[in-house]
């Protein structure tokens, strides 16, 4: 859905009636939202020590700041099944919040600190009453830039899983507006670009009361780019890591970062055009920590200015994002659909003169003697055809290796539509 539709996308400038006048105050209604109060019963996706036992009081127990009738509409019928996961959470980002104050109690418990520090029910601080998670999830989904799907326990309907979070689009400042402080109307409420921009910063702030909540994040099969340079912040923090990619996978994208870059990616990671392109999902979910410093001893240096110049330490709370790769997600797809499209130049398809070129001085001339006496130029063009060679050995070595091991162990899915897949389908506990 494309947020650019005449006067209604030029803010005070079009004279919309949806629109304000720049530098018009507007009242906004008083009206946090709480956040997640319910009983997860499963322990969800590995495990990730948790240094506290109590949490965010939040009611009512049924609330979902996700649950809409624009989200049912829009979202697929099918959605992942997990079972038996392998794969272990790996710690992504880590932001600090706030120092622990001295009237802050219990000092050692980083949930009821921060039931201390934020408004109740709440896991960030607000720029405004009125943006709560759900005012910034209403701006992601008016724009068409996500669909949500809570994933209930089959059991008991008030019982979230997880939720999933497919990528449709990236609304750039250019297709919002002409200025991003130019706004546009949610629900009733407005939003600028600062605002949209935010909104996928505090997108994944929602817990439950254990604190196992989760995200099966990919990109939808629709989505084709182009991605915005501040993406790339949002991918350092929420992405993909290479740490959890299976080697299988890695050589696909050597493999792919190789080729010709894709339309608009200059600064974009590889990683993040892989996973837009071929739709790879991840796992993602946090928890608070407190970070308690190590008191020392200041060994005097005979230095006033060293002394005066010590700063000083105190405890912290910060949110850890853990990110882990998805077991059941069929790698030899992708393998597939890479080489299809990027394959592979092998011996017989080079012509005789770019033959000879890439292959250099035959062996019997590669002597010491010879090699000698060749010049600098010479020496960089045999160096460079040796260095192609043993990456061409190397990588049709691991696909033959691949192809034994893995030939039999999943089952074909469609190139089409990655969702379409009979390992995308209901589960009673998708990630137990």
Same mark, same amino acid.
Request: a positive charge; hydrophobic letters at 35%; one cysteine or more.
């Given at each position: 859905?494309?947020?650019?539709?005449g006067?209604? +996308?030029?803010?005070?400038?079009?004279?919309?009636s949806?629109?304000?006048?720049?530098?018009?105050?507007?009242?906004? %209604?008083?009206?946090?939202?709480?956040a997640?109060?319910?009983?997860?019963?499963? @322990?969800?996706l590995?495990?990730?020590?948790?240094?506290?036992?109590t949490?965010?009081?939040?009611?009512?127990p049924?609330?979902?700041?996700?649950?809409? $009738?624009?989200?049912?509409?829009?979202?697929?019928?099918?959605?992942? +099944?997990?079972?038996?996961?392998?794969s272990?959470?790996? =710690?992504?980002? =880590?932001v600090?919040?706030?120092?622990?104050?001295?009237?802050? $109690? %219990?000092?050692?418990?980083?949930?009821?600190?921060?039931?201390?520090f934020?408004?109740?029910?709440?896991?960030?601080?607000?720029?405004?009453?009125y943006?709560?998670?759900?005012?910034y999830?209403?701006?992601?989904?008016?724009t068409?830039?996500?669909?949500?799907?809570?994933?209930?326990?089959?059991?008991?309907?008030?019982?979230?899983?997880?939720h999933s979070?497919?990528?449709?689009q990236?609304?750039?400042?250019?297709?919002?507006?002409?200025?991003?402080?130019?706004?546009?109307?949610?629900?009733?409420?407005?939003?600028?670009?600062?605002?949209?921009?935010?909104a996928?910063?505090?997108i994944?702030?929602?817990?439950?009361?254990?604190? *196992?909540?989760?995200?099966?994040?990919?990109?939808?099969?629709?989505f084709?780019?182009?991605?915005?340079?501040?993406?790339?912040?949002?991918?350092?923090?929420?992405?993909?890591?290479?740490?959890?990619?299976?080697?299988?996978?890695?050589? @696909?994208?050597?493999?792919?970062?190789?080729?010709?870059p894709?339309p608009?990616?200059?600064g974009?990671?590889?990683?993040?055009?892989?996973?837009?392109?071929?739709?790879?999902?991840?796992?993602?979910?946090?928890?608070?920590?407190?970070?308690?410093?190590?008191?020392?001893?200041?060994?005097?240096?005979?230095?006033?200015?060293?002394?005066?110049? !010590?700063?000083?330490?105190? +405890?912290?709370?910060?949110?850890?994002?853990?990110?882990?790769?998805?077991?059941?997600?069929?790698?030899?797809?992708?393998?597939? @659909?890479?080489?299809?499209?990027?394959?592979?130049?092998?011996?017989?398809?080079v012509?005789?003169k770019?033959?000879?070129?890439?292959?250099?001085?035959? +062996?019997?001339?590669?002597?010491?003697?010879?090699? $000698?006496?060749? $010049?600098?130029?010479?020496?960089?063009?045999?160096?460079?055809?040796?260095?192609?060679?043993?990456?061409?050995?190397?990588?049709?070595?691991?696909?033959?290796?691949?192809e034994?091991?893995?030939?039999? *162990? !999943?089952?074909?899915? *469609?190139?089409?539509?990655?969702?379409?897949?009979?390992?995308?389908?209901?589960?009673?506990?998708?990630?137990?």
């Open positions: 859905m494309s947020v650019r539709g006067s209604s +996308s030029r803010g005070g400038r079009g004279g919309s949806s629109m304000i006048p720049r530098g018009t105050i507007v009242p906004h %209604p008083v009206n946090p939202v709480q997640l109060d319910i009983v997860n019963r499963y @322990q969800v590995g495990q990730i020590p948790r240094p506290f036992n949490v965010l009081a939040s009611p009512p049924t609330f979902d700041p996700f649950r809409s $009738s624009e989200i049912s509409k829009t979202v697929p019928s099918f959605y992942p +099944s997990f079972n038996q996961p392998k272990d959470y790996i =710690e992504n980002y =880590e600090n919040l706030f120092f622990v104050e001295s009237f802050m $109690s %219990p000092k050692n418990d980083p949930v009821k600190l921060a039931s201390i934020f408004p109740s029910g709440w896991h960030f601080i607000p720029l405004a009453p943006k709560s998670l759900t005012y999830k209403d701006i992601l989904i008016q068409g830039s996500i669909v949500i799907k809570p994933i209930y326990d089959n059991k008991d309907s008030t019982k979230i899983l997880y979070l497919y990528i449709k990236l609304i750039s400042q250019q297709e919002f507006s002409d200025h991003p402080s130019d706004l546009h109307l949610v629900n009733t409420s407005h939003f600028c670009y600062y605002d949209y921009m935010e996928w910063n505090k994944f702030l929602h817990q439950n009361l254990n604190f *196992s909540h989760s995200w099966f994040v990919q990109f939808d099969h629709k084709k780019g182009p991605i915005p340079l501040w993406f790339t912040v949002w991918w350092a923090r929420f992405g993909a890591s290479s740490t959890i990619i299976p080697d299988q996978l890695k050589a @696909q994208i050597t493999h792919f970062s190789k080729q010709k894709l608009n990616s200059d974009i990671p590889v990683l993040l055009q892989f996973c837009s392109k071929y739709k790879i999902p991840w796992i993602l979910k946090w928890q608070y920590n407190l970070i308690t410093p190590v008191k020392s001893t200041v060994v005097s240096t005979g230095s006033i200015e060293a002394i005066i110049s !010590q700063h000083s330490q105190a +405890s912290h709370v910060s949110r850890i994002f853990f990110v882990k790769w998805w077991d059941k997600f069929n790698i030899d797809r992708i393998v597939g @659909q890479v080489q299809k499209e990027f394959p592979l130049v092998t011996q017989s398809q012509c005789p770019e033959k000879k070129a890439i292959e250099g001085p035959s +062996s019997s001339s590669l002597s010491i003697s010879s090699v $000698s006496k060749l $010049s600098a130029t010479e020496l960089k063009s045999l160096m460079a055809a040796i260095s192609s060679r043993v990456t061409d050995l190397e990588e049709a070595s691991d696909k033959a290796s691949n034994d091991s893995n030939g039999s *162990s !999943q089952n074909s899915v *469609s190139n089409a539509d990655p969702y379409n897949s009979q390992l995308f389908q209901d589960a009673q506990d998708p990630f137990a």
